[in-house]
C-alpha cells in the first residue's frame, strides 16, 4: 500500500504472524525503496514482496489542456489551503528502471506488479535473479496478457478493493466484478495461481476464495488502522469517521480510478477529473499535504476497500489471525 501505510514495521509484522507482506514501491525514490528494503530484510527471515507501479506512458499534447483546466479548477482550494501546484512532469516520476535495476540485485523474493504488465525483459530479469513475478489484473483480457508477459501468478483484484483499481490501462473505465466473479472468470482462462482481493475481510471470504481455487488471498483495508501500519493520522480519523457513510471510485485525487470513503473532495471533483495518472496526483498532493496538515479528513484520499467499517485498530498479529480464522 503506497503512500504511507506499507511499513517495514507492517510487512515484519504480517511476516511473523505467518502471511507474507509486501513492501509498496510506489510514489518513493530508489534509495527510499532501497533502505526500507534492507530494514525489512535485517527483520525477518521469511519471504516478503515489493510492489511495483508500471509507469503510464504520459500523453502531453493530448491531455495537457484537461490537465489545466482542472488546475485551474482546482486553484481556489489550493489558495484557501495556502498550497501550491508544481507545474506537472510528464516524463517518468517514480524511477521505474532504477527500482527494477535494485530489486534485480537485491534478490527479492516476489515482485507484484501494477497498472499494467512489465515487459518481457523485464520479467526476465526480476526471474533469473529468483524472484517470482506477479502481476495484478482486473479482467480476463488483462489476465491472458499477464500470462503471455510471463507472470508467475496473478493478482485478482475486483472492484470491492481499496485504493487504485489496477486496470492495464489508465483510462479504461473498471468493471464492476467483485473478487468471486472475477476468480471464476479468470480460473477459466488460465492455470496460473490466483490471489484474490479485493473487499476480503474475514476468514469466511478467506476460505471462499481457497474454495474457489485462489491459491492465496490479498488484504489491505484490513490492514490501515494497525498499529504497525503509517497510515496517517487524517486516513485513520476519516476511516473512523461515522458520518461517512460510502465509498466511492474516483479519478479525483490521482487522475486513476481508486475506491476510498466518498468526502467532500470526491464529491466536488470526481466529475472532472482528467485520466492523466500521476499527473493529477502531482496537482493534489500539496493540497492533500495542506489538509492533512489541518486534519481536514474531507480533502484527503482516504483509500478503502467497501469493507473499511471492519477494519479495527489494533496489531497486524490480531488482524492475520482473525483472517486465517484463529481468533474473532
Ligand atoms: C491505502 C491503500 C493503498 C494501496 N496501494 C497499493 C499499491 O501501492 N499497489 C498495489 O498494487 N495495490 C495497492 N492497493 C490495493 C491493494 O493491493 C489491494 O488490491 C486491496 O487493498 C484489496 O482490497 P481491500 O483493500 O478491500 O483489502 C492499495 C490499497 C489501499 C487500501
Redesign the pocket.
Known sequence: ??????TPALVVAVNEAGAMG?L????KTADALSEEFDQTRGLTDRPFGV?V?VPARLNRARDEAAVDAYRRRLQPLADKLDAVMPEPRWDDTDSYEAKIALLEEAKVDTV????GCPAPDVVRRLRASGAQVVV?VTDTDEALAAVRGGADAL?V??S?????R?THRVDAIPNDLS?LDLVREVRSVTTVPLIA?????DAQDVRRALGLGAAAV???????LCDEAG?SAT?RAGLQEATLERSAVTRAFSGRP???VRNAFVDEYDAHAPSVFPVIDQLTKPLRAAAAGLEDFHLV?L??????RQAEPGSAAEVVGRLVGSTT
Do not use: D, K
Open positions: 500500500m503506497a503512500g504511507g501505510p506499507s509486501y509498496a514501491a510506489g510514489y510492489n507501479f507484484s506488479f501494477t497498472f495484478t493478482c483484484q475486483g470491492q478493493a481499496g485504493g487504485h489496477s473478487w482481493a479485493g473487499g476480503i475481510a490479498q488484504v489491505g483495508t484490513a490492514f490501515l497510515t486516513h481508486g475506491r476510498g484520499n483509500w478503502a476497500g467497501t469493507r473499511w
